[in-house]
Nanobody, 118 residues
Framework: QVHLVESGGGLVQPGGSLRLSCATSGSIFSIYAMGWYRQAPGKLRELVASITSGGNTNIADSVKGRFAISRDNAKNTVYLQMNSLKPEDTAVYYC????????????WGQGTQVTVSS
């Protein structure tokens, strides 16, 4: 099991930027995919972005062009760069992983709160 710790959240004004980090307890080199989810109050958790071990990324339409996901295998860390933030981006952001292409997403970290407000 991979232990995940998210960080980097906070309060930011609309139009601002944040970079979230997800540090893992072990090597992510062989993990098939890492992903960022978010959950806003009263809404279902949704997948925001994912990246495979080969570097292929998938970005949700709602954040496409504003968010980017990257991974640093040497640091065992995955990042979510969020630009041009909007109030509707306010949510708790979680990272997760899939060990193989057929596996389910793993256990959740504690998440990091992102609040976009003036």
């Amino acid at each position: 099991q991979v232990h995940l710790v998210e960080s980097g959240g906070g309060l930011v004004q609309p139009g601002g930027s944040l970079r979230l980090s997800c540090a893992t307890s072990g090597s992510i080199f062989s993990i098939y995919a890492m992903g960022w989810y978010r959950q806003a109050p009263g809404k279902l958790r949704e997948l925001v972005a994912s990246i495979t071990s080969g570097g292929n990324t998938n970005i949700a339409d709602s954040v496409k062009g504003r968010f980017a996901i990257s991974r640093d295998n040497a640091k065992n860390t995955v990042y979510l760069q969020m630009n041009s933030l909007k109030p509707e981006d306010t949510a708790v952001y979680y990272c997760n992983y899939k060990l193989t292409s057929l596996a389910s997403w793993g256990s959740w970290g504690q998440g990091t709160q992102v609040t976009v407000s003036s």
